[in-house]
């Protein structure tokens, strides 16, 4: 649709065009028509769409380097066809540091990305360091459990319990959402055009390609974040039918997660929970392990609400936890995460 954009918007980029214009049926010659496709475009009056480019570490390879300046400047420079992109006899780099000085806008993008990947590196290790400081201490962790710890309160018995919860849950939740493809794409079709691109986005990755997905929703109260979260997991469930349990929903606390059909997080994972001062991570011994492993063994993706009220250390654990069910040193145990704030 953008090389078809009318002349008027020639100099506009494809990062603004997807942002503010939207196509339409209209035969009114007063507004922009496109040149082919029998569209006419209508501008947003208020806030834009958000506008992203596929994900890839121009670090990890000159390949990667070129795959993600190519999409820097499809989003920010004007084009018809991608051949009008690269300047003659340079490739895609050399061609944004020619150009980024005049497209300022591509520039500015281009620098939030560079903090962005810093501060998601040094998060990753500030993690690695204390989960590997934890390791080194986990014999003395095994013997403050013989005498009694903070983690007391998670006996074999009340993590039976806990975990009984989750799976009534998941099954009251899947009784209610026992739709066919119709309704669900009834109740699909209720969401706007972004609460749609989120739903299409963790499908894809969790029930498609199969790959690990960590997301953050945000939006202000009363933007239908909770109706995401339900048609979310109904399709899903609705994808993973043979798998056991394949979403689970938790939140900080007993009314956040009442209200999205959830449970707490400490609750669903055992964890450790803060009285005044920060409390110790403490492994499950080996029957309370099994009894996690045998309940979340299907999980596919955690979707957490309201986590602006999660601290970073509980997110550590929910990591360390998530390693320990699941096998994996991966982040949260090779688990897709949504996360609603």
């Known amino acids: 649709?953008?090389?078809?954009?009318?002349?008027?918007?020639?100099?506009?980029?494809?990062?603004e065009f997807l942002g503010w214009y939207e196509k339409h049926r209209s035969t009114s010659k007063d507004q922009l028509q496109l040149k082919s496709l029998g569209y006419s475009l209508r501008r947003r009056n208020t806030t834009p769409y958000i506008v992203t480019h596929q994900t890839v570490n121009p670090n990890q390879s000159d390949e990667n380097k070129e795959?993600?300046?190519?999409?820097?400047?499809?989003?920010?420079?004007?084009?018809?066809?991608?051949?009008?992109l690269c300047s003659p006899g340079k490739n895609?780099?050399?061609?944004?540091?020619?150009?980024?000085?005049?497209?300022?806008?591509?520039?500015?993008?281009?620098?939030?990305?560079?903090?962005?990947?810093?501060q998601e590196e040094q998060m990753e290790k500030t993690v690695n360091e204390r989960a590997e400081r934890m390791k080194k201490?986990?014999?003395?962790?095994?013997?403050?459990?013989?005498?009694?710890?903070?983690?007391?309160?998670?006996?074999t018995d009340?993590?039976?319990?806990?975990?009984?919860?989750?799976?009534?849950?998941?099954?009251?939740?899947?009784?209610?959402?026992?739709?066919?493809?119709?309704?669900?794409?009834?109740?699909?079709?209720?969401?706007?055009?972004?609460?749609?691109?989120?739903?299409?986005?963790?499908?894809?990755?969790?029930?498609?390609?199969?790959e690990q997905l960590r997301l953050i929703v945000s939006g202000q109260g009363g933007t239908g974040k909770s109706k995401v979260i339900d048609v979310l997991n109904q399709t899903v469930?609705?994808?993973?039918?043979?798998?056991?349990?394949?979403?689970?929903?938790?939140a900080p606390t007993g009314l956040t997660s009442f209200n999205v059909g959830g449970m707490t997080i400490h609750r669903m994972l055992c964890l450790p929970v803060e009285h005044r001062k920060p409390a110790d991570y403490c492994h499950l011994q080996q029957e309370?392990?099994?009894?996690?492993?045998?309940?979340?063994?299907?999980?596919?993706?955690?979707?957490?609400?309201?986590?602006?009220?999660?601290?970073?250390?509980?997110?550590?654990?929910?990591?360390?936890?998530?390693?320990?069910?699941?096998?994996?040193?991966?982040?949260?145990?090779?688990?897709?995460?949504?996360?609603?704030?």
């Open 137 to 155: 201490t986990e014999q003395d962790v095994i013997e403050v459990e013989d005498q009694g710890c903070a983690f007391d309160s998670c006996r």
């Open 288 to 341: 309370q392990l099994t009894l996690l492993k045998a309940t979340l063994k299907g999980m596919k993706l955690l979707i957490i609400d309201e986590v602006s009220m999660v601290s970073s250390l509980t997110l550590l654990f929910i990591h360390l936890r998530l390693t320990e069910v699941m096998c994996s040193n991966e982040l949260f145990g090779g688990v897709s995460v949504v996360f609603f704030r």
């Open 158 to 210: 009340q993590l039976r319990t806990a975990m009984q919860d989750v799976v009534d849950t998941h099954i009251r939740s899947a009784q209610k959402d026992r739709t066919d493809s119709d309704s669900l794409a009834a109740a699909y079709s209720t969401l706007n055009c972004d609460q749609q691109r989120i739903v299409d986005k963790v499908v894809t990755a969790v029930c498609h390609s199969h």
């Open 92 to 118: 895609y780099y050399e061609t944004y540091l020619n150009e980024c000085n005049i497209l300022l806008d591509m520039k500015e993008y281009h620098e939030k990305q560079v903090q962005t990947s810093q």
């Open 1 to 15: 649709m953008y090389p078809d954009r009318p002349d008027e918007l020639e100099s506009l980029s494809l990062y």
């Open 67 to 84: 795959r993600y300046f190519f999409h820097l400047l499809k989003l920010f420079k004007p084009w018809r066809t991608e051949s009008d």
């Open 237 to 250: 469930m609705h994808h993973l039918n043979d798998t056991t349990l394949p979403v689970v929903i938790a």
